[in-house]
């Protein structure tokens, strides 16, 4: 039977120069119990995975930018649905050549097909180039695209 218990995993983190906090240890020790629950592998098994092991073993980066960098491929495992619409939707967001001052957030795990538009305003400036993004992010369905697969389009 394969542990899910994190504690090992998180010490073999640590033996890699890297020290999370109780914060970090909480998230990385969830999404490792969860894959591991998940896919029945123990979760010292998932730190063996090569692009795991390609993280922990790179000592040409920081150790947050390491834990950073950590999180985001056992949350990519974790929820490989979600992580591939966030990165389309990043990819469409990033097509769309958005001015600086403008951000786009969807709704958490894209539980609408509602958008938040941030846009910073300084009063010397005009707004006709926000005016004519959020023209151009209304004429496609940010949301529906991120949420499209390989498969729905084939």
């Known amino acids: 039977m394969s542990d899910n218990n994190p504690d090992k995993a998180l010490k073999k983190i640590e033996s890699y120069g890297l020290r999370p906090g109780k914060?970090?240890?909480?998230?990385?020790?969830?999404?490792?119990?969860?894959?591991?629950g998940r896919d029945g592998i123990g979760c010292e098994e998932i730190l063996l995975l090569p692009d795991i092991?390609?993280?922990?073993?790179?000592?040409?980066?920081?150790?947050p930018k390491r834990l950073e960098k950590l999180k985001n491929a056992l949350y990519k495992l974790r929820y490989?649905?979600?992580?591939?619409?966030l990165s389309r939707f990043r990819r469409h967001v990033?097509?769309?050549?958005?001015?600086?001052?403008?951000?786009?957030?969807?709704?958490?795990y894209f539980e609408s097909k509602r958008l938040m538009i941030e846009v910073v305003y300084e009063h010397e400036n005009g707004l006709d180039e926000e005016i004519e993004a959020i023209k151009r992010i209304s004429e496609i369905n940010l949301v529906k695209e991120a949420l499209e697969t390989e498969e729905d389009n084939n």
């Not at 914060?23 to 591991?36: E, R």
């Not at 990033?94 to 951000?103: G, V």
């Open 23 to 36: 914060n970090w240890k909480k998230i990385l020790g969830d999404l490792l119990s969860d894959i591991a």
């Open 94 to 108: 990033k097509d769309l050549a958005l001015p600086t001052n403008m951000k786009i957030t969807p709704v958490p």
């Open 53 to 63: 092991e390609a993280i922990l073993e790179n000592d040409n980066e920081s150790a």
């Open 80 to 85: 490989p649905r979600h992580s591939a619409a």
